[in-house]
Structures are given as structure tokens and as C-alpha cells.
């Protein structure tokens, strides 16, 4: 069964830095990985899907890496804003009737 | 913009009652979810369906059922409320791309409350 992890579960930052948030993945099997991004109270906003078959996403600020054999995806955000706080969701399909299997989030706040 | 709507934002009913929560897509996706989300459990899948008519179990089925006879809308039924219900219910599509380009896109959310 597909386990997702996203540590750490909180991160604060200054506004300004760029920062690395992680995700792994127990089952190398996947079609593939979304980063979502969601708002307290809101419903989740795709930020960026990465297919098995790509190394990495871009958008703007940031950018999605993957590494199937290890298990490991990284959402890259360059010079970080207030704007950017919220959780930040991770998720994995595994099948072709993309079913996703979430991480719990991590929470970031960026202060001004 | 491919567009997931919800029928409420905030619902709160009573213990047995029976309750819908309604979705619907503008983009003629197949694939349809709910899921609930809970503070230190995540998201977790409750239904899906991938055509007219059908549905598959996700993770959490019990006290739960869905109907989906047109494709754009995709319904959540509590045919019993109970009090262990209270959650956020969030609805997603997504389309039957292959090659992994089934994105996924999710609506607003509905916070239920069962009293």
C-alpha cells in the first residue's frame, strides 16, 4: 500500500529565503505526483503535476523535482513571500484511474 | 479554467438525518472523487467514480453511499448522519488522460457539521 510522508509537519520562515519542502513515497510505481497547495478553510489549488516519466515542473516560483528510484519528490520556492503561506500537499497516483494517495501537509508561514 | 463547484460552503444538520452534497464539473472529466479531510488524518478517499453510473470504494466507504447519473455531477449521500461525520468534504475531477496527464482539480470544499 502506497505510504506518502511529508516532513516536516511545520516550517517558518523569514521572507526572502528559499526554501525546500519534502515528500517520499514508499512505492516507486506511480504515474504521478501532484503538489497541491491549500488555504485555511479552502479546497486544494494544483500547483504543479509532474508525469513518471519528467525530472522536474516549473511555475513561476517554483519547482517540482522527482526521483522515482528513490522515492522523493522536492517543491523548490524561491524568495519566499507572505503570500506563500499556507499547507502545502503532496500526492502520488498510482494507477491509471489516477487515484491519489495524500501526505498529511506541511504548514508553512512566511514572515514579513 | 476547469471549474469544480460545490453545492454549500458550510452545512450543519442533525443525527440521522439524511444529508447530499452535490459536485459539479465544467470540464466533461471522467474521473470523480470525495474525499473527507480531518485534522491529523489527511485526506482520505471516500468514493470515486470513472463513468456514468459507476462508482469504486475508496478507503472510508462505510456510512456513505454516491450517485452519478449525469457526468458533470457526482453526489455525496450520508444516508444516517452521525456526529462522527463533522468533517470537510471536498469533491475532484479529473480527466482519463494517459501518460499520467490526469491532473487533478478540486472544489472549495463543503464543512459539514452534524449536531
Given amino acids: ?29 506511480i504515474y504521478n505526483l501532484q503538489w497541491f497547495r491549500q488555504d485555511p478553510g479552502k479546497g486544494l489549488t494544483s500547483l504543479l503535476l509532474i508525469q513518471s516519466s519528467q525530472r522536474e515542473q516549473t511555475s513561476g516560483r517554483l519547482n517540482a ?21 499556507a499547507t502545502y500537499l503532496c500526492a502520488v497516483s498510482s494507477g491509471a484511474n489516477s487515484k491519489l494517495t495524500f501526505g498529511k501537509g506541511i504548514t508553512l508561514s512566511v514572515r514579513p | 479554467d476547469v471549474k469544480v463547484t460545490q453545492s454549500s460552503r458550510y452545512l450543519v444538520k442533525r443525527t440521522g438525518e439524511k444529508v447530499f452534497l452535490e459536485c459539479v464539473q465544467d470540464m466533461d ?32 466507504p462505510e456510512g456513505y453511499s454516491v450517485s452519478r447519473e449525469k457526468k458533470e455531477r457526482f453526489s455525496l449521500i450520508l444516508e444516517s448522519a452521525s456526529t462522527n461525520q463533522t468533517s470537510m468534504y471536498l469533491c475532484a475531477s479529473s480527466s482519463l488522460a494517459e501518460g499520467g496527464y490526469n491532473e487533478q482539480f478540486f472544489g472549495p470544499g463543503t464543512r459539514l457539521t452534524v449536531l
Wanted: hydrophobic content about 35%; aromatic content about 10%.
Fill in chain 1, 65 to 85: 523535482s522527482l526521483d522515482k528510484s528513490s522515492g522523493r519528490s522536492t517543491l523548490y520556492i524561491a524568495a519566499s513571500q507572505p503570500g506563500d503561506s
Fill in chain 2, 29 to 60: 472529466h471522467e474521473n470523480m472523487f470525495w474525499y473527507r479531510q480531518d485534522p491529523g488524518l489527511g485526506l482520505r478517499l471516500i468514493y470515486f467514480s470513472y463513468d456514468v453510473k459507476m462508482k469504486e470504494k475508496g478507503d472510508i
Fill in chain 1, 1 to 29: 500500500k502506497q505510504e506518502v510522508t511529508q516532513i516536516p509537519a511545520a516550517l517558518s520562515v523569514p521572507e526572502g529565503e528559499n526554501l525546500v519542502l519534502n515528500c517520499s513515497f514508499t512505492d516507486s510505481a
